[in-house]
T-cell receptor, first 116, second 110 residues
């Protein structure tokens, strides 16, 4: 199993350009997540999905949109990139995080985005 | 609030023990986790502990949980240069979500 994969690994955008980050998982997980990681700020949740066709806002959703058309894929879109969106983006997936199990999130390798 | 706090940086010498600390907030958290992030990579699950346990040992790793103080620690025995990474603690809250700490950067010098 490949686990969680992300495409692309690295991208440079100009301010105002748009792009889509792709996340794919082959673990048949129901839940998927997008985070951004910035120095000294840990991981911040952008959007998440608890199943195919559903999405929800996380901690920092502004400027991003997501779609979960297929269970195995979770797309993160930037419609008009801004320099403040320069970051490392991580996708994760998990089974439902019921309190009675040790199930947790599994992460992709990240996408480094630079917005000039 | 849902702040999970960690110190930002820890430096140790190879062969010493490292102790990384974490303070969480939700007393109803069921599981607590430690993740490792190596340079240029994603987060990898290292270990976890159930909230009714005080300690869990896994080879060089020892996890201690003080539920009264909401304090979690990760001890790495005989720290190696390959242990240099960022370590994140995370709690699974009563709302069935994971809340991550800010990460502790461990630097191991020869």
């Amino acid at each position: 199993n490949a686990g969680v994969t992300q495409t692309p690994k690295f991208r440079v955008l100009k301010t105002g350009q748009s792009m889509t980050l792709l996340c794919a998982q082959d673990m048949n997980h129901e839940y998927m997540y997008w985070y951004r990681q910035d120095p000294g700020m840990g991981l911040r949740l952008i959007h998440y999905s608890v199943g195919e066709g559903t999405t929800a806002k996380g901690e920092v959703p502004d400027g991003y949109n997501v779609s979960r058309l297929k269970k195995q894929n979770f797309l993160l879109g930037l419609e008009s990139a801004a320099p403040s969106q320069t970051s490392v983006y991580f996708c994760a997936s998990s089974p439902p995080l019921g309190g009675g199990t040790q199930e947790t999130q599994y992460f992709g390798p990240g996408t480094r985005l630079l917005v000039l | 609030g849902e702040d999970v706090e960690q110190s930002l940086f820890l430096s140790v010498r190879e062969g010493d023990s490292s102790v990384i600390n974490c303070t969480y907030t939700d007393s109803s958290s069921t599981y607590l986790y430690w993740y490792k992030q190596e340079p240029g990579a994603g987060l990898q699950l290292l270990t976890y502990i159930f909230s009714n346990m005080d300690m869990k040992q896994d080879q060089r790793l020892t996890v201690l949980l003080n539920k009264k103080d909401k304090h979690l620690s990760l001890r790495i025995a005989d720290t190696q240069t390959g242990d240099s990474a960022i370590y994140f603690c995370a709690e699974k809250t009563g709302f069935q979500k994971l809340v991550f700490g800010t990460g502790t950067r461990l630097l191991v010098s020869p």
